[in-house]
């Protein structure tokens, strides 16, 4: 039972570069998230994916796409990479109810030049 | 909307030595609250969490956390830390109707001396 996992760890781009980040759980869990976190400050809430073949925003959506591509795995696309995106990603799963507990990957380390 | 304050960016503590770690929060009726532990390079793990209820709420590792709605806090707590409790915390608060919609803190950097 691995949990959620990502990749990869990390990747550097060239501004204007595109790449997806893959995320997969195996604990049956309904929901998926893709949070960004900054140096000093919490996670924000990119997309989420409250159950297979739904998508919704989160705080954060702007300069990236999601897609779920079955129960087990989300992911996160940058189409044209900007500096801006440079960050640490995690991706994370849940059951899908309203007070259940979310699962973290390990997250990947995203630079842009 | 809803948000979340961690007031303390750093805090410094000896090993053995008690620690409190602040949360306040705002948001229009009951929230679900969350404290997480983020090692460093490692992702978030769930400390703790506070639906309803008992408003002391026991998690892993030792530490338990005080729900005080009149106050719009839930402060973080554990009696004696270890040197391994070194990390960043993050409290979130969530909706009552989607946890997937948390709002984090900043986070408050635990370090712990020798």
Known sequence: NAGVTQTPKFQVLKTGQSM????????NHNSMYWYRQDPGMGLRLIYY??????????EVPNGYNVSRLNKREFSLRLESAAPSQTSVYFCASSEGRGTDTQYFGPGTRLTVL | AQSVTQPDIHITVSEGASLEL?????????????????????????????????????GIKGFEAEFKRSQSSFNLRKPSVHWSDAAEYFCAVSPYTNAGKSTFGDGTTLTVKP
């Open chain 1, 20 to 27: 997806t980040l893959q995320c997969a759980q195996d604990m």
């Open chain 1, 49 to 58: 994916s409250a159950s297979e073949g739904t998508t919704d925003k989160g």
């Open chain 2, 22 to 58: 602040r949360c306040n929060y705002s948001y229009g009726a009951t929230p679900y609250l969350f404290w997480y532990v983020q090692s460093p390079g490692q992702g978030l793990q769930l400390l703790l969490k506070y639906f309803s209820g008992d408003t002391l709420v026991q």
